[in-house]
């Protein structure tokens, strides 16, 4: 993500800055493809073994809460003691997963496995969240990218996630294609869950090298009690707002999508691995016109029309009658989407007061993660016994909804490298 110390506009940067960047990115890069390999061996492995819609839902449930806590945790902790050690050990973490999903058999494990791994997080194509672990990176970008490159910054961010989400569908290939009985499901999907554990063990060495940068403002890390954020309080309290919606939402579809085409039109690993491989190529540049979107449009209001259009596009997607038109359907649905992801992670950011970045990055998500753990129950109900259809079509007008509440509560609150030059940014008090 740069080379040497590098300049922008008169700002030198030193050599540590670009190099940190760059590991940043390679470990995104590495965690994204072990994400997208386990976001569709995972549900297929346990479709496999005979789990059902409700099945799922209820170990979606598991991870997507103990996400939330996990999340909490690194944003409060992250703003005392630093980031780095969140970006070496939840990679880790997830490796550990897979290793467990690649040797044992038994039910309950693997779904603690699951919920400490966040196997089910995410969705699709699989190249969005890295895990709890996110909310350190996210502040550790923005405290050494300046502010007229944070939006690239993050839009490499994500273009280094769906490079690696490319790679990590292919290696879905690992399973093969066809429908396997639970007998031998395990040695079927073993190779690529022993790849989860080796793409995600590779961030957690790589994070080693980071070089985090001295913080005068942090409190000092000893007699020190966490404290929820108050200067970005009015931040906080709209970004819960309108994540809870769209957790809802994504709870509906996203831990489903790879069931839902295995269900829907009898694909197997193979060929959602290939069409999530299709995706991530054709979507990869969308995360890198990101920043060029937003100083024509402004920030706020490209995310929000993309929020409105990626809504719109779940029609096609579900109407379609073959396989081949959905995953066309559904590719024009994820280029849209990651134009939008790094401002949305942009954003926050940039404007929580310094001191309160991860925090605020972390609890403005928990509503969402909480929500989102609680929906897989009603669309996993709702794909078995009434419609695979019918969550698919609540989870797009939720995020009309979601759309229409985000360009209400922050056009008014631009991003500081959106304000005349004379105007000092407002904090809350």
Do not use: C
């Amino acid at each position: 993500m740069g080379s040497g110390a590098g300049t922008l506009r008169g700002i030198v940067r030193p050599p540590w800055v670009s190099r940190t960047l760059t590991l940043v990115w390679s470990a995104r890069v590495s965690m994204s493809a072990g994400r997208a390999l386990a976001g569709v061996v995972a549900p297929l492995y346990l479709a496999a073994l005979g789990f059902g819609g409700l099945e799922l839902g209820e170990l979606f449930v598991g991870v997507a809460l103990a996400s939330a806590v996990l999340s909490a945790g690194v944003g409060l902790l992250s703003d005392r003691v630093g980031r780095k050690p969140f970006l070496v050990v939840f990679p880790m973490l997830t490796a550990a997963a897979a290793v467990v999903f690649a040797t044992v058999h038994s039910v309950p494990v693997l779904f603690v496995a699951a919920a400490l791994g966040s196997f089910g997080r995410g969705s699709g194509a699989g190249a969005g969240a890295v895990g709890p672990y996110q909310p350190a990176e996210s502040a550790l970008v923005t405290e050494i990218a300046p502010p007229e490159w944070r939006n690239s910054a993050f839009g490499r961010l994500q273009f280094g996630a769906s490079l690696g989400a490319l790679a990590g569908s292919l290696l879905a290939l690992l399973a093969g294609s066809r429908h396997v009985r639970p007998e031998v499901a395990l040695a079927t999907f073993r190779p690529a869950f022993v790849a989860i554990a080796v793409v995600s063990l590779a961030a957690g060495v790589l994070a080693l090298w980071m070089t985090e940068p001295a913080h005068p403002e942090r409190p000092a890390r000893s007699g020190r009690r966490l404290r929820l954020p108050v200067k970005s309080r009015t931040l906080l309290v709209r970004l819960a707002a309108t994540n809870s919606v769209n957790g809802l939402a994504v709870g509906m579809i996203g831990p489903f999508l790879t069931y839902w085409f295995y269900r829907r039109y009898g694909a197997g690993s193979g060929e959602i691995g290939l069409l999530y491989a299709v995706v991530n190529a054709v979507s990869m540049s969308s995360a890198l016109s990101a920043s060029g979107l937003a100083r024509r449009w402004g920030l706020v209001r490209t995310v929000a029309v993309v929020r409105a259009l990626t809504a719109v596009l779940i029609l096609p997607l579900v109407l379609a009658p073959s396989f081949v038109l959905a995953g066309v359907a559904y590719t024009l649905r994820m280029v849209v989407q990651r134009a939008g992801m790094p401002l949305r992670q942009s954003y926050v950011v940039a404007m929580a007061d310094p001191e309160e970045r991860s925090s605020v990055a972390a609890l403005s998500n928990v509503p969402s993660q909480v929500v989102m753990g609680l929906s897989p129950l009603a669309s996993g109900y709702l794909l078995d016994d009434v419609s695979l259809s019918l969550p698919f079509e609540i989870a797009g007008l939720l995020q009309l909804v979601n759309a229409a509440m985000y360009w209400g509560f922050f056009r008014h609150m631009p991003p500081v490298e959106e304000l005349p030059h004379d105007v000092p940014p407002e904090h809350d008090e």
